[in-house]
C-alpha cells in the first residue's frame, strides 16, 4: 500500500522559515518525480515545485528563490525548504507524483499558516 505522510507544517510570522518532509512509500519513491502542492481556502489545489528521481527541480514562479525542495533517497522523503513566507503563502501543504499525481496518494497534508 502506498502511503505518503506530510508533516513539519505550523503557525510562522511572516519572513519566517519552515521545513516540510513527505515520507514516500519506496514503491514509488525512486520511479516518480515527486511535487509539493498546495490548496488555500477556497482555491484549487496548485503545484508548487517538483523534483525527479535525478534531482532536477523546478518552481512555480511565486515560489522561486524562496522555497527549495529536496529528495533524500536514503530516506525516501522529499524535502520544502520554505524561506522568506508570506501570508499568502498559507495552504495545506500535499506531496504527490507529478505530473498526474495519483488521487489515492493524496494524505491529509500538513497546515502552513504565515501570520504575524
Known amino acids: 500500500q502506498v502511503q505518503l505522510v506530510e508533516s513539519g507544517g505550523g503557525l510562522v510570522q511572516p519572513g519566517g522559515s519552515l521545513r516540510l518532509s513527505c515520507a514516500v512509500s519506496?514503491?514509488?519513491?525512486?520511479?516518480?518525480?515527486m511535487g509539493w502542492y498546495r490548496q488555500a481556502p477556497g482555491k484549487q489545489r496548485d503545484l508548487v515545485a517538483h523534483i525527479t528521481p535525478g534531482g532536477i527541480t523546478n518552481y512555480a514562479d511565486s515560489v522561486k528563490g524562496r522555497f527549495t525542495i529536496s529528495r533524500d533517497n536514503a530516506e525516501n522523503t522529499v524535502y520544502l525548504q520554505m524561506n522568506s513566507l508570506k501570508p499568502e503563502d498559507t495552504a495545506v501543504y500535499y506531496c504527490?507524483?507529478?505530473?498526474?499525481?495519483?488521487?489515492?496518494?493524496w494524505g491529509q497534508g500538513t497546515q502552513v499558516t504565515v501570520a504575524s
Open positions: 519506496r514503491s514509488i519513491f525512486s520511479i516518480f518525480t
Open positions: 504527490n507524483k507529478h505530473p498526474f499525481p495519483n488521487q489515492r496518494f
